[in-house]
């Protein structure tokens, strides 16, 4: 019975300091999913990387982005109002625009999972990491611009 407790925490710490490593860690092959989607497009995309992705109780009025440099990527949180806080985003779609300055348009799409979770207003939340970027790249999520 001892052997099984202590291989169950030795995976658990291990889990753990996988996930911590993780966010730190920015190279876009190896960033940690929260989100519970199998299909890796929905996760990963010309430069894009869905980090996290979670839904919340509480009252957001209209969609919210903020970002950071972290080097020569962006990270982004985006946020938007749902129904159901069981919903998750993927990414739809990234289209590039290469000209004086690059233009990166993301779309992400809010879909159902199987979690069960409390039935509230609220809104979903997902993290992004973009790049790497040059300096002055304008990139938009679902409409919204998050760097210029």
Known sequence: MRRVHTAILAVS???????????LVLDIRQCPYTTTIVEDTALRRDGVVLISSTGKCGNLEQPTITYKRAGEYLVLTYSEPSNNICYRHIIESVKTQEGDTLIIRIELR????????????????????????PEGARVYVNGLLAAA
């Open 110 to 133: 809010l879909i159902e999972t199987s979690e069960v979770c409390v039935m509230c207003i609220g809104y979903v939340t997902t993290t992004l990491a973009v790049g790497p970027l």
């Open 13 to 23: 710490l291990a889990s753990v300091a996988f996930i911590t490593v993780g966010f």
